[in-house]
């Protein structure tokens, strides 16, 4: 029974974690109509950044994290203004640039990275008891708790704050939103940028509890995708629930069906939605 | 009118006839390093035009065209491994397996729209990569399945003709399949999806189709490949393959019958040369897709044609 709760926990921890990387994604596909190929790789530099600027460069890891953030939000902004923007309309472009981008990166990280999985430093050490049922790693406790409050602050900034109404403005109908004063352009830009920081704040957060690797980047960004999917295109609750839910499949099934075959959930997840409810849990039925 | 059309296409024949008489003579001359290069630059042909089929007549972004390269390798290596089936039968079962299988996935996601396309093809390629490396006692694995090859007796020349062949016979049908009633309705749906579905075309069935005949050329050309290199390994089906495929087809020229075939020349020819540097030729092709996507959209074959039309005129 303690097993089963231990790997319950372990899901809900991976489940925030994907819900972060997956709002990344469903930011952008709902605003720009645009999936990023290269989240996945994002993700992993924000690991590698934590890594490199506590570890090599000495900087506090609270620091880091928020830092090595910061630097994906501008990648984010740098891809949007010289590779996306020109694509606006054209998903086809706009899918096979962010796909050779994502090779690119990936081969950039083996270079740059190598190929080994670095560990940035624990933040908390130890284990708490949890009801006196079993114990559980302080860093992973913290790093749920990390999660939540970025859960919070992101449903903040989208549902209460001016930036958050125009995002939605320009999602629910562009040209509208251009005749009362929204700068789509501006929108589009830092919602780029915003999508690609919650992958990195994903890949920060999860960094010291599963160290990242290069190769590991196309199974990120497919988690996300099967998330996106699973919640409904566009859907940030979805996104939430999404995420718990295969992060809790991915660790049962792991757990009780096969170790190997853990990527191999989420798949069948897609496959399911695709078939049953390809609008998924909370999209709408638009046919 | 009439007359100028005729005297137009055959113009054209006369310049396929004689690139097929050309492409009749390398085994004379070259050495069997550069004969092995070209048999190799003619599995990318058939995998890119293929793909070009899908991605550039209808639009449509798939990411498991290696994918299904390496079911028809792995479908038609197996056989003959574990059943003794002839490789000259099996590369037929493993196109016939590509097919039903880019049948189901077109099925499911098309409808959906292409992004729904492109994520769930490349979540089949990561699927299909952690199957075959955990299956290993039935795949071997990393470790590649070895295969037997077409002719008893091994030899690069026939290699380089059964290649030819069947390239050619690729590039045929999908220069039929572009220049029939099919191929005009493909290029309605990719200008304007609305406007063809009002007039009477049913847009999903021809993406659906189009995309079937696609994974099953890919199929065809996954087969001759392993049973070529008799030694089958997991990279067939890799999104690095993929990669480079689409790669060959976005610097060649996107939607243009000519641009993956020189494409798949350049970028397999040009990975030769620049081999002794490691794997950094996938970072430098991918940097050149990425400007050449970004500033000239059609390729260098939408260039070259550009240029060519001005100097004429």
């Known amino acids: 029974m303690s ?35 290269a989240h996945g790789e994002l993700y992993i530099f924000a690991g590698y950044f934590s890594y490199h600027l506590s570890t090599s460069l000495g900087v506090p890891p609270l620091i880091a994290m928020p830092l090595s953030v910061f630097f994906i939000f501008l990648v984010g902004i740098g891809m949007e203004r010289t590779l996306i923007r020109p694509t606006y309309g054209n998903e086809m472009y706009s899918l096979i640039i962010t796909f050779v981008l994502s090779i690119v990166l990936q081969n950039a990280a083996l270079l740059i990275f190598g190929p080994y999985p670095n560990k940035p430093p624990n933040l908390v050490s130890g284990a708490t008891n949890i009801f006196g049922l079993y114990h559980y790693g302080n860093q992973r406790l913290l790093t749920f708790f990390i999660s939540i409050g970025i859960l919070l602050f992101i449903f903040y900034l989208i549902k209460k704050t001016w930036f958050g109404k125009s995002i939605r403005a320009v999602s629910q109908d562009r040209g509208m939103a251009s005749l009362v004063g929204v700068d789509h352009f501006r929108v589009n830009m830092l919602s780029f940028g915003l999508g690609a920081a919650l992958a990195g704040a994903a890949g920060v957060v999860i960094a010291p509890i599963f160290p990242v690797t290069p190769t590991g980047s196309s199974a990120i960004s497919l988690n996300a995708f099967v998330v996106v999917v699973l919640g409904g295109m566009g859907s940030l609750k979805g996104c939430v629930v999404g995420g718990l839910l295969l992060g809790m499949i991915e660790n049962l099934g792991a757990a009780y069906i096969s170790t190997m075959y853990r990527h191999i959930f989420g798949f069948i997840i897609l496959i399911l939605v695709l078939v049953f409810r390809p609008w998924g849990i909370f999209g709408q039925k638009t046919q | 009118m009439a007359n100028a059309q005729q005297k137009r296409n055959f113009k054209k024949l006369w310049i396929i006839g004689f690139f097929v008489l050309l492409a009749l003579f390398p085994p004379f001359f070259l050495s069997q390093y550069w004969l092995h290069v070209m048999i190799i630059s003619l599995f990318y042909v058939m995998m890119a035009s ?19 390269s390496g079911i028809g390798a792995y479908v038609s290596g197996m056989l003959a491994v574990y059943l003794g089936l002839s490789p000259w039968l099996g590369i037929f079962v493993g196109m016939g397996v590509a097919a039903l299988l880019g049948l189901a996935l077109g099925y499911l996601c098309i409808r959906m729209g292409g992004i729904y396309l492109s994520l769930t093809t490349l979540g089949f390629s990561e699927i299909l990569r952690i199957i075959i490396t955990n299956e290993d006692q039935w795949t071997r694995g990393t470790m590649g399945l070895q295969v037997p090859g077409f002719f008893t007796e091994y030899s690069k020349t026939s290699y380089y ?137 059609e390729g260098v074959m939408g260039v070259l044609g550009r240029r060519w039309k001005r100097a004429w005129a």
């Open chain 1, 3 to 37: 097993e089963f709760l231990m790997y319950l926990t372990n899901g809900m921890v991976m489940g925030v974690i994907n819900a972060i990387s997956a709002i990344g994604v469903s930011l952008i596909v709902g605003i720009m109509r645009v999936v990023n190929f």
């Open chain 2, 161 to 297: 003709y059964l290649f030819l062949i069947i390239a050619i016979l690729i590039l045929l049908i999908i220069y039929w399949i572009i220049h029939s009633e099919m191929g005009l309705t493909f290029r309605a749906v990719l200008n304007d999806e609305l406007a063809a579905s009002s007039s009477g075309i049913n847009t999903i069935r021809v993406r659906i189709l189009a995309f079937t005949i696609s994974s099953a050329m890919a199929g065809l050309a996954g087969g001759l490949y392993g049973h070529y290199l008799m030694l089958i390994t997991p990279d067939i089906p890799s999104l690095g393959q993929m990669f480079l495929v689409l790669a060959m087809v976005v610097i060649g020229g996107m939607g243009s019958f000519i641009g993956p075939i020189m494409g798949s020349f350049i970028l397999e020819i040009l990975s030769e040369y620049i081999r002794i540097y490691g794997e950094y030729h996938v970072l430098l092709f991918g940097l050149i897709a990425l400007g050449i996507s970004r500033f000239a959209p």
């Open chain 2, 50 to 68: 293929s793909w070009n089929l899908i991605a550039g007549f209808t639009g449509q972004v798939s990411f498991a065209h290696a994918a299904f």
